[in-house]
């Protein structure tokens, strides 16, 4: 059974940057895709970045470009977001998402599995 703990989130203010985490356990992932969603009260779940855990192909979301970086640790079957630039439109709950493919997709629906999310918010 796929299993996905976020970690990392928290309080920072406008500029600043966090690091949040996505440990997965429960099967082998070189044959996955991993993704990174937000969800903003009142809002959609949308699309923030996604990673192929064999070749490390990566996609973002045009609002998170050249500020985020997604990357993996195979070693620690761990799934990193690297926030930079952080701005107060960034503030949500963020998800840990998993598939089994080797393509990156963009919508949820795509996403089986699901990790319990962790809160970003960014003051002004």
């Known amino acids: 059974q796929v299993q996905l703990v976020e970690s990392g989130g928290g309080l920072v203010q406008a500029g600043g940057s966090l690091r949040l985490s996505c440990a997965a356990s429960g099967r082998t992932f070189s044959n996955y895709a991993m993704g990174w969603f937000r969800q903003a009260p009142g809002k959609e779940r949308e699309f923030v970045a996604a990673i192929t855990w064999t070749y490390g192909n990566t996609e973002y979301a045009g609002s998170v470009k050249g500020r985020f970086t997604i990357s993996r640790d195979y070693a620690k079957n761990t799934v990193y977001l690297q926030m930079n630039s952080l701005r107060p439109e960034d503030t949500a709950v963020y998800y840990c998402?998993?598939?089994?493919?080797?393509?990156?997709?963009?919508?949820?629906?795509?996403?089986?599995?699901w990790g319990q999310g962790t809160q970003v918010t960014v003051s002004s």
């Open positions: 998402a998993a598939r089994v493919a080797s393509d990156l997709r963009s919508s949820p629906s795509q996403y089986p599995y």
